[in-house]
């Protein structure tokens, strides 16, 4: 009797009744695609990607990374100019 219930029950209301799950302490957690990493530092690739200094600027990215978790003040201007620094190509003199 119940299943008939639901079955005929709009969507929207049905997703407001809680779940057995969600009663024992469980909701469902987003799940994303893994992303290739770099070995040595562990930042994803895309990121790295360009860059004349891999190293400096995973080092840069952890950095940013660990004050933004810990609440911390971060540089925008100094993180944004380090991270246009790390991509541009040096001039050609002639």
Not at 1 to 15: E, G, H, L, T
Not at 22 to 40: E, I, N, P, T, Y
């Amino acid at each position: 009797m119940v299943k008939i219930v639901f079955a005929m029950m709009d969507r929207s209301i049905m997703n407001r009744f809680v779940t057995d799950r969600q009663v024992a302490g469980h909701s469902k957690k987003r799940k994303f695609r893994k992303v290739a990493k770099d070995k040595k530092t562990g930042v994803p690739k895309k990121y790295l990607s360009g860059s004349k200094n891999a190293a400096k600027k995973a080092a840069e990215i952890k950095r940013t990374a660990e004050r933004y978790r810990k609440g911390l003040p971060i540089d925008v201007k100094k993180v944004s100019a380090s991270r246009v620094a790390q991509g541009k190509k040096k001039k050609r003199s002639s």
